[in-house]
């Protein structure tokens, strides 16, 4: 035998040898990161779900706060001027949606974008019948022709991002 054919028996087979053993490794060294990719997923979505859950009720509070009808009950005092109650309601939006706009993070931007949209839409809307009213009428004006238009609608912006949430809230579940 010649020195060639005995390197080839001696080198095959641990070359043979340390090639499985690599594939071997580098597959278990893969379960081992898919495995614990998993773990870590499942313990993420542990901890975020009741985050996510807080978020999605602040969110469906602010659609309500913000509704015109429960934004006059709450912020309407005997008295007001229309200028009043149109500034008044403003500022109350404008402030909710402030406290809450955190919130975004949790939520997809679907949601977030339908949510914004339901704030300029009443935004809108107020200010819509406020420059349809004397600055220094009774603010019942206001509120009566706010609550008029909106209930008017087909399908009111508040409703449909409360749907949109809800729905959301369906498919994260």
Request: aromatic fraction near 6%.
């Amino acid at each position: 035998m010649n020195v060639f054919t005995i390197l080839i028996l001696i080198v095959a087979p641990s070359v043979l040898v340390t090639v499985t053993a690599w594939l071997l490794l580098n597959k278990l060294l893969q379960s081992f990161g898919t495995q614990r990719k998993t773990e870590l997923q499942k313990s993420a979505l542990q901890q975020v779900t009741p985050v996510r859950l807080r978020a999605y009720e602040r969110l469906i509070l602010l659609l309500e706060r913000t509704n015109p009808e429960t934004l006059i009950l709450n912020n309407y005092k005997t008295g007001m001027t229309c200028f009043d109650l149109h500034v008044t309601l403003q500022s109350a939006i404008r402030q909710e949606f402030a406290h809450n706009v955190s919130q975004q993070i949790y939520v997809t931007d679907t949601l977030w974008q339908s949510i914004t949209h339901t704030k300029e839409s009443i935004l809108n809307l107020i200010n819509l019948c406020a420059s349809k009213c004397p600055p220094n009428a009774d603010g019942a004006i206001l509120a009566e022709g706010i609550i008029k238009i909106f209930g008017s609608e087909q399908q009111n912006p508040t409703e449909t991002a409360i749907a949109v949430l809800k729905n959301e809230v369906a498919d994260f579940f």
